[in-house]
């Protein structure tokens, strides 16, 4: 099932619009509040400046009864492009009703004397804003209260309100699609990085497993490096896989030609007698082969925890892991007529793979019993030495000649020649094993200058 591929590009574009168009909106809705409320305030100063000379002209007449001469232009400063319509009204004391339109509303008493009151209202079915003034005339022994009421309908309001709350989207929509523009330049200029690292990559060979080396941002340096990581554990596999096919097309054709020739000197067998001793060393050979085989496995998994460095250690007790290994022997020593042993007390503990130092124990004695002839005595021996484990396998056999020993230290070398038996690896693994946990290996006589004494230290635990 293929993966769904999106566009970091429009990604990017798509979250910036959203959440711009939420801001956007926020700021229209508040927009809007500002804008009646600007409106409000601009209409009703001319509002409550109409009121206030219409009260100017209430006198007391010589009766005590108020008249008022309504100055019809501070009504026309109410006079709009929207054609806005006035309405007036002047009340005296409570109940008594001057002058202009009787059933305009009028609000409650509120507020103090001289000032002027706020509200909307319906007036013949169309919204109004009122302004009431509420003040006194005087009649130079007393004063008379009187109410002025002045108000004109909503269209002046309503399109003014709309009108600035256009102006203000037309702004906000430029300001998002300049955004939009400016975010879609700014993002393809930041992702060519990436587009010639993609480039960089798709153009190498198959084999070419080196670092990437492209610039890229710090955000994506991470990546990079984990791809880099990623490849050169791939091109540690794949050495470990070329080692370990060469050398084991190298070291298993001898086998396999023994194999194939006891097979056909099997077929061709005159006599029972000739048919099993060809299938003899026919299973010999075989035998051969498994050793073969399992010492190349071993060395590629040396190889590859050589290189990636990732070796997993743990606290072991060396004395009684070669103490079972030895153990373990004991059968094959004693069908090759050989005594072997184990010596040492007490406990020595190292930080190594339980496995790996166990196959490094293996080679040793395996060795030791594969070259030191029958009759021979074989000693396994651990001891501290200053802040030091050491691991000895000692032997009374033939040894290796002083100046064959460094050769034998190379892959497949024998010390006895190519005509040794052996794979030629047991040394070279030894050693390359103790070098992981930061051991090393030396070779020296045994006891009396007989034989092969192989000394291996690990620091101590």
């Not at 003014?160 to 998002?176: N, P, W, Y």
């Amino acid at each position: 099932m293929r993966t769904m591929v999106y566009s970091l590009r429009r990604r990017l574009l798509g979250w910036l619009l959203f959440s711009t168009a939420v801001i956007g909106v926020i700021a229209l809705m508040d927009t809007y509040r500002e804008a009646v409320k600007t409106a409000n305030v601009v209409s009703d100063r001319v509002l409550a400046g109409s009121a206030l000379a219409i009260a100017e002209r209430v006198v007391v007449a010589e009766d005590g009864s108020l008249q008022v001469d309504i100055p019809y232009v501070a009504l026309e400063m109410l006079t709009s492009a929207a054609q806005d319509r006035v309405f007036y009204r002047v009340d005296g004391p409570p109940g008594e009703f001057i002058t202009g339109y009787q059933t305009l509303p009028s609000l409650a008493e509120t507020g103090t004397q001289s000032s002027t009151s706020f509200a909307d209202a319906v007036f013949r079915g169309e919204p109004i804003r009122l302004a009431v003034l509420r003040r006194s005339a005087s009649t130079g022994v007393n004063s008379v209260p009187f109410v002025v009421t002045v108000a004109e309908t909503t269209i002046a309001r309503r399109q003014l309100t709309q009108t600035i709350l256009l102006h203000s989207a037309l702004r906000l929509g430029l300001m998002i699609a300049g955004a939009a523009v400016i975010v879609w330049i700014a993002v393809t200029v930041s992702l060519r990085p990436l587009y010639r690292l993609g480039d960089a990559i798709a153009e190498r060979s198959p084999d070419d497993l080196h670092p990437i080396g492209e610039r890229v941002p710090n955000e994506v340096q991470g990546l990079v490096d984990t791809v880099n990581s990623f490849m050169v554990r791939l091109q540690s596999a794949l050495d470990a896989l070329r080692n370990f096919t060469g050398n084991a097309s190298h070291q298993l054709r001898t086998p396999l030609a023994i194999i194939r020739t006891q097979i056909a000197l099997a077929r061709r067998a005159a006599t029972l007698e000739e048919a099993r001793g060809a299938a003899l060393k026919a299973d010999e050979a075989v035998a051969n082969a498994e050793r073969i085989l399992a010492q190349l496995l071993l060395m590629a998994k040396i190889d590859a925890a050589a290189k990636e460095k990732a070796r997993g250690t743990e606290r072991i007790e060396l004395a009684g892991l070669a103490r079972a290994v030895t153990a373990e022997h004991v059968p094959a020593a004693g069908d090759a007529d050989i005594d072997l042993g184990f010596a040492g007390e007490g406990e020595h503990c190292i930080r190594a793979e339980p496995l790996l130092v166990g196959e490094l124990l293996k080679n040793l004695i395996g060795n030791a019993l594969l070259y030191a002839g029958r009759g021979a005595e074989v000693t396994v021996r651990v001891e501290g030495r200053d802040g030091l484990v050491a691991l000895e396998v000692e032997d009374n056999g033939p040894g290796i000649r002083t100046d064959l020993r460094e050769a034998v230290l190379k892959r497949f070398r024998r010390g006895g020649g190519n005509e040794s038996p052996g794979t030629g690896l047991g040394l070279p693994i030894v050693e390359e094993i103790a070098a992981l946990y930061g051991g090393a290996m030396r070779l020296e006589d045994g006891a009396g200058g007989r034989g092969l004494k192989v000394v291996v230290t690990f620091p101590a635990s």
